[in-house]
C-alpha cells in the first residue's frame, strides 16, 4: 500500500518534470497538492489537486472508490500537518452524505482517515465450522470450531 502511493507521488513528480523540459529551456513547476485517503476505504491512494483546486471529503471519497461496507463513517479524521504540529479534525461523513453537515474542504498534504467500525468487522468474521452437517437427528448441531 505504501509501495503503490510512494509510486503515484513519484509518477505525478516526473510527469510535471517532463512537461516542464520539453521545450529545452526549464521552467519552474508548481508543486501539486496531494491529498491522502486511507483507512478503510475501497482503493486507499492519494489525490492529486489539480491546478491546487480545493477538493472536499466527498469527492477524495469517491475518487478512492467509497468506503467498505465495515467502515465507521461517524468516526473518521482529517489529519492535518501545521506549524503547530498534527491537528485530528473529526469529520461525520455519515452527516455528510444525508446533507446534514456541510461537507469539508480538505487542504494539500490532508489525510483523510476512515477507521474500520469494530462491531461491523467482529459480525463479518463469525464463521461456524460442524462436525457433520446438521440431519434430522440432530437438528441442533453444536458447532466444533467458532471463529
Excluded: W
Excluded at 8 to 13: A, N
Excluded at 75 to 96: C, F, H, L, Q, S
Amino acid at each position: 500500500m505504501l509501495l503503490r502511493r510512494l509510486f503515484l507521488v513519484c509518477l505525478v513528480f516526473a510527469s510535471l518534470l517532463s512537461l516542464s523540459q520539453e521545450s529545452g529551456t526549464a521552467r519552474p513547476v508548481s508543486k501539486a497538492g496531494i491529498v491522502y485517503v486511507v483507512g478503510d476505504v475501497h482503493r486507499p491512494m492519494s489525490v492529486v489537486m489539480e491546478d491546487n483546486r480545493p477538493i472536499t471529503v466527498l469527492k477524495a471519497l469517491a475518487t478512492a472508490e467509497g468506503a467498505n461496507p465495515t467502515a465507521s463513517l461517524h468516526n473518521a479524521k482529517i489529519i492535518r500537518k501545521d506549524e503547530n504540529g498534527t491537528t485530528k479534525v473529526p469529520v461525520d461523513i455519515r452527516k455528510i452524505m444525508e446533507a446534514k453537515a456541510p461537507d469539508v474542504t480538505l487542504r494539500a498534504d490532508d489525510i483523510l482517515f476512515v477507521p474500520r467500525s469494530a462491531s461491523r468487522s467482529s459480525m463479518q468474521k463469525i464463521e461456524i465450522y460442524y462436525d457433520v452437517a446438521p440431519s434430522a437427528p440432530m437438528q441442533d448441531a453444536a458447532p466444533i470450531y467458532i471463529r
